[in-house]
């Protein structure tokens, strides 16, 4: 089954540090879609990076970046320089082809980042 | 470019009531799916429509139900409300449904 693994409930950083928000996949399908999202207490979703399986090169946006290394199965988020208003929780996601699931997001139960001044 | 909106942001409702929820998607985008979360259960996927028709469903029970119109907003139902369903619903638009996904705030539902 299909399946999205975020091991680190909870993490710390220093303000201006990077930190890397690992991430852990299952699928058996060569297409799909990775993603990551930051939650605030909000409660608002926001995207913030988007992998292809096919794409070769690791997306970057901005101080993000996603490592993706498919043999390994592995999507982890980078974030450079670090923010007080990067504080918030962080959801890995995984989506399956149209012809499988229709497009489902899968989610990992997420990493509760805070950044200390 | 306006992003997802939904409607309302806070309910609070009674035990064997019934809720509608609105989502408008991001101008363009055809896809709408949505999500239940709880801090229990986490993130997890209702269904999905694309260009009015459900492509996809969830594990939940009949009581859950969707529809898209043709302008693309959908709504979610959820009648005979049970404590279980408070939590907060997110909505996510997309141009297809191998793209990107963008959520609107969500709509916190609480049944008392």
């Known amino acids: 089954a299909q399946k999205i693994t975020q091991t680190q409930p909870g993490m710390f950083v220093q303000e201006k540090e990077a930190v890397t928000l690992d991430c852990t996949y299952d699928?058996?399908?060569?297409?799909?879609?990775l993603f990551w999202y930051k939650q605030p207490s909000s409660g608002e979703m926001i995207f913030l990076i988007y992998?292809?399986?096919?794409?070769?090169q690791n997306a970057t946006e901005g101080r993000y970046s996603l490592n993706f290394q498919k043999a390994r199965k592995s999507a982890n988020l980078v974030i450079s320089a670090s923010q007080l208003g990067d504080s918030a929780m962080y959801f890995c996601?995984?989506?399956?082809?149209?012809?499988?699931?229709?497009?489902?997001?899968?989610f990992g139960q997420g990493t509760e980042l805070s950044v200390k001044p | 470019k306006a992003g997802v909106t939904q409607t309302p942001r806070y309910l609070i409702k009674t035990r064997g009531q019934q809720v509608t929820l609105s989502c408008s998607p991001i101008s363009g985008h055809r896809s709408v799916s949505w999500y239940q979360q709880t801090p229990g259960q986490g993130l997890q996927f209702l269904f999905e429509y694309f260009s009015e028709t459900q492509r996809n469903k969830g594990n939940f029970p009949g009581r859950f139900s969707g529809r898209q119109f043709s302008n693309s907003r959908s709504e979610m139902n959820v009648s005979t409300l049970e404590l279980g369903d408070s939590a907060l619903y997110l909505c996510a638009s997309s141009p297809d449904s191998n793209t990107e996904a963008f959520f609107g705030q969500g709509t916190r539902l609480t049944v008392v």
């Open positions: 996601a995984m989506r399956e082809p149209l012809y499988n699931q229709g497009g489902k997001l899968i």
């Open positions: 699928t058996s399908d060569q297409s799909y879609g």
């Open positions: 992998q292809g399986s096919y794409d070769e």
